[in-house]
């Protein structure tokens, strides 16, 4: 398809504004956080970027702030990221092998255990979140890991997207493989998993951005500050009683905790991409 | 291992609906069985069930002296070769012929000298790295043929392997399935809906209709003595003609009744002779319609006066006649085949 010059910089304008839009907040957030609250609060808010980057970052970073219990925010990264890993690891694992069950073996109940699974996704966390927290409390794992992952890391969304991807491969492909000699995992490890590769790039990269923004679930089931993630500091740093919110180290860990799921996108993007066109079989 | 196969009153269904009829038969070892209908008569579900991929709803099934009705498909020694050819597509082409070794534990270098060998057969030695997608459909075609012959199994069955390629290179390979199955012997059994195909490769033939066996025998049997209408009809083409006689016609045009009933008369193509005049014996009027030029034959397509049949007859010369031309159809008795109108089964006098 081509098309016309004008219509190729109408294209460019519209992307620019887009980004522009997109990025002016990040770029006021970062230049906040490379000033002194002092200069924060004084009208107009600079445009430029301070001079403070280095001492806010290395303070939020590395010597913690009192209002978050003294915890550096490096250590939150660290829980978030781990956090963030494992409800997307254990969301990918789980899904996958329950697609698999659902769409290759044949069960009693088969169809009502997918409308289950499937009737999940419309119920939120929240509805939940009471009696999830009873039992997490009851099995001991509250200010634990496992407590902040394991009632995560099951998903209705993802076992239907599997799902669907693997009604579409050839019923002759799992057919090959019995005739060929593979047992059921032995085909799900060679044929099933090779192929998901790209979804499961994609899915992957999409649950750890929702495990990285778990707010409400880690508020409730952890207590001591070492197990806190970054998004609660966020919140913890805003919530400063008396006294005025340190914008600048605010700001630094709102850059800071954006940085990792970035990483994350950048280094997933290649098989995210395709994951998401590719229809190629 | 004897590679006999032998089927015992066979029988599949899928709830209350019966897919296949009591099926029995025996197929000698290295026989090449083509199993040949119209789509929905059960054909596919005949080879799954040899393949193990279905279950057998009744009867047995053998394999030398062994009762495989109830052996899982990977224990069966059996390869497939699917219509669709159903390659791992991330896997090279070494990898998937490769495949069913290495799950099975042969030695390293004992996988590599059977894929080469296999590769050398086929034509897809310069081939092994690539990966199926960059592959055509001949090609690919060959590696499904590959996979399944490193096996060395003890059974080929085919499901339509052809019926994705062109013309020109199903006739090729045609050709070389058959001098393959020739040189290894392996007992194949080879599903089809297309009757040259089920012609030139078979041992025996097995027309399947609606699930039920209508005719078992070799290529030539079939041709010559369909035992049904539906035989007839389906082997051959063009296709068999067919006309109902009343007993009176039957007096008139065959010298004498051949049934107290009215009967279905077949006559092939090839066994009409044109004349410009009527004469004694099977003679019907009939109008021309279309003359289609194969080059090497003629196919004349003309409609019986007084009735709606259209017959087709096929002319090794350039026809003298034109279309639209009314000429005599002639077709000698001793090239007649009779039916039993309701039955449909072959009148034999």
């Given at each position: 398809?081509?098309?016309?010059?004008?219509?190729?910089?109408?294209?460019?304008?519209?992307?620019?504004?887009?980004?522009?839009?997109?990025?002016?907040?990040i770029?006021?957030?970062?230049?906040?956080?490379?000033?002194?609250?002092?200069?924060?609060?004084?009208?107009?808010?600079?445009?430029?970027?301070?001079?403070?980057?280095?001492?806010?970052?290395?303070?939020?970073?590395?010597?913690?702030?009192?209002?978050?219990?003294?915890?550096?925010?490096?250590?939150?990264?660290?829980?978030?990221?781990?956090?963030?890993?494992?409800?997307?690891?254990?969301?990918?694992?789980?899904?996958?092998?329950?697609?698999?069950?659902?769409?290759?073996?044949?069960?009693?109940?088969?169809?009502?255990?997918?409308?289950?699974?499937?009737?999940?996704?419309?119920?939120?966390?929240?509805?939940?979140?009471?009696?999830?927290?009873?039992?997490?409390?009851?099995?001991?794992?509250?200010?634990?890991?496992?407590?902040?992952?394991?009632?995560?890391?099951?998903?209705?969304?993802?076992?239907?997207?599997?799902?669907?991807?693997?009604?579409?491969?050839?019923?002759?492909?799992?057919?090959?493989?019995?005739?060929?000699?593979?047992?059921?995992?032995?085909?799900?490890?060679?044929?099933?998993?090779?192929?998901?590769?790209?979804?499961?790039?994609?899915?992957?990269?999409?649950?750890?951005?929702?495990?990285?923004?778990?707010?409400?679930?880690?508020?409730?089931?952890?207590?001591?500050?070492?197990?806190?993630?970054?998004?609660?500091?966020?919140?913890?740093?805003?919530?400063?009683?008396?006294?005025?919110?340190?914008?600048?180290?605010?700001?630094?860990?709102?850059?800071?905790?954006?940085?990792?799921?970035?990483?994350?996108?950048?280094?997933?993007?290649?098989?995210?991409?395709?994951?998401?066109?590719?229809?190629?079989? | 291992?004897?590679a006999?196969?032998?089927?015992k009153?066979?029988?599949?269904?899928?709830?209350?609906?019966?897919?296949?009829?009591?099926?029995?038969?025996?197929?000698?070892?290295?026989?090449f069985?083509?199993?040949?209908?119209?789509?929905?008569?059960?054909?596919?579900?005949?080879?799954?069930?040899?393949?193990?991929?279905?279950?057998?709803?009744?009867?047995?099934?053998?394999?030398?002296?062994?009762?495989?009705?109830?052996t899982?498909?990977?224990?069966?020694?059996?390869?497939?070769?699917?219509?669709n050819?159903?390659?791992?597509?991330?896997?090279?082409?070494?990898?998937?012929?490769?495949?069913?070794?290495?799950?099975?534990?042969?030695?390293?270098n004992?996988?590599?000298?059977?894929?080469?060998?296999?590769?050398?057969?086929?034509?897809?030695?310069?081939?092994?790295?690539?990966?199926?997608r960059?592959?055509?459909?001949g090609?690919?075609?060959?590696?499904?043929?590959?996979?399944?012959?490193?096996?060395?199994?003890?059974?080929?069955?085919?499901d339509?392997?052809?019926?994705?390629?062109?013309?020109?290179?199903?006739?090729?390979?045609?050709v070389?399935?058959?001098?393959?199955?020739?040189?290894?012997?392996?007992?194949?059994?080879?599903?089809?809906?297309?009757?040259t195909?089920?012609?030139?490769?078979?041992?025996?033939?097995?027309?399947?209709?609606?699930?039920?066996?209508?005719q078992?025998?070799?290529?030539?049997e079939?041709?010559?003595?369909?035992?049904?209408?539906?035989?007839?009809?389906?082997?051959?083409?063009?296709?068999?003609?067919?006309?109902?006689?009343?007993?009176?016609?039957?007096?008139?045009?065959?010298?004498?009744?051949?049934?107290?009933?009215?009967?279905?008369?077949?006559?092939?193509?090839?066994?009409f002779?044109?004349?410009?005049?009527?004469?004694?014996?099977?003679?019907?009027?009939?109008?021309?319609?279309?003359?289609?030029?194969?080059?090497?034959?003629?196919?004349?397509?003309?409609?019986?006066?007084?009735?709606?049949?259209?017959?087709?007859?096929?002319?090794?010369?350039?026809?003298?006649?034109?279309?639209?031309?009314?000429?005599?159809?002639?077709?000698?008795?001793?090239?007649?085949?009779?039916?039993?109108?309701?039955?449909?089964?072959?009148?034999?006098?």
């Amino acid at each position: 398809m081509k098309s016309s010059r004008a219509s190729q910089y109408a294209t460019h304008a519209l992307l620019i504004i887009g980004l522009l839009v997109l990025l002016l907040p990040i770029y006021f957030a970062f230049v906040a956080s490379t000033h002194s609250v002092k200069a924060l609060l004084t009208a107009p808010i600079p445009f430029w970027p301070g001079h403070h980057f280095l001492s806010n970052y290395a303070t939020v970073l590395f010597h913690g702030v009192k209002t978050l219990g003294g915890e550096p925010v490096w250590h939150l990264l660290w829980n978030s990221f781990w956090m963030a890993f494992f409800i997307a690891a254990g969301k990918v694992v789980v899904s996958l092998l329950s697609a698999f069950a659902l769409v290759y073996f044949r069960f009693p109940l088969r169809t009502l255990g997918f409308w289950l699974i499937f009737l999940t996704l419309m119920l939120p966390v929240q509805v939940r979140i009471v009696p999830t927290f009873q039992v997490v409390a009851q099995l001991g794992m509250l200010n634990h890991f496992s407590g902040l992952c394991l009632p995560l890391i099951a998903s209705a969304t993802a076992t239907f997207l599997f799902r669907q991807f693997f009604m579409t491969m050839p019923r002759e492909l799992c057919e090959a493989a019995k005739m060929d000699g593979a047992g059921p995992m032995r085909f799900f490890w060679d044929i099933v998993l090779p192929l998901s590769k790209t979804n499961i790039a994609a899915l992957f990269v999409i649950m750890f951005v929702y495990g990285w923004n778990q707010y409400l679930w880690p508020l409730i089931a952890t207590s001591s500050a070492n197990m806190s993630t970054v998004v609660m500091g966020i919140q913890k740093l805003a919530l400063a009683a008396d006294q005025v919110p340190s914008w600048d180290l605010i700001m630094a860990t709102a850059i800071l905790a954006l940085i990792v799921p970035v990483c994350v996108m950048l280094i997933m993007q290649r098989w995210f991409v395709k994951g998401l066109v590719d229809t190629e079989k | 291992m004897m590679a006999t196969l032998t089927l015992k009153q066979l029988k599949k269904s899928y709830d209350q609906v019966e897919v296949l009829h009591y099926i029995d038969l025996t197929i000698d070892e290295g026989e090449f069985i083509v199993v040949v209908g119209p789509s929905g008569c059960g054909k596919s579900t005949f080879l799954r069930l040899l393949a193990g991929l279905e279950t057998v709803t009744e009867g047995e099934l053998w394999l030398g002296d062994k009762n495989i009705t109830h052996t899982p498909a990977k224990s069966r020694n059996m390869a497939m070769v699917f219509q669709n050819y159903a390659l791992y597509p991330h896997m090279s082409v070494f990898d998937n012929m490769a495949y069913g070794l290495k799950i099975r534990g042969f030695a390293k270098n004992d996988i590599k000298a059977r894929v080469e060998e296999a590769a050398e057969m086929l034509d897809l030695s310069h081939l092994l790295k690539r990966k199926p997608r960059q592959l055509s459909g001949g090609q690919r075609q060959r590696v499904a043929m590959g996979r399944a012959l490193v096996r060395h199994p003890s059974v080929f069955l085919f499901d339509e392997p052809l019926s994705n390629l062109d013309a020109k290179l199903r006739v090729d390979t045609r050709v070389k399935i058959h001098k393959l199955q020739r040189r290894l012997g392996i007992t194949s059994v080879y599903v089809t809906h297309d009757q040259t195909e089920a012609m030139t490769l078979a041992d025996r033939l097995i027309v399947l209709n609606k699930g039920y066996v209508e005719q078992i025998g070799t290529p030539l049997e079939l041709y010559h003595h369909p035992r049904t209408k539906f035989v007839a009809s389906f082997i051959g083409s063009p296709a068999m003609n067919f006309i109902e006689l009343s007993v009176d016609e039957q007096r008139q045009k065959l010298g004498k009744a051949v049934s107290q009933e009215p009967v279905c008369v077949g006559i092939r193509p090839e066994h009409f002779q044109f004349l410009l005049e009527g004469q004694a014996g099977f003679c019907l009027k009939a109008r021309v319609d279309m003359i289609e030029a194969l080059g090497h034959e003629y196919i004349v397509f003309s409609k019986v006066l007084g009735s709606d049949e259209e017959f087709s007859v096929r002319l090794k010369e350039k026809p003298v006649v034109t279309e639209g031309d009314e000429v005599f159809l002639y077709a000698p008795a001793d090239k007649m085949h009779f039916f039993d109108v309701t039955s449909g089964v072959a009148i034999n006098l």
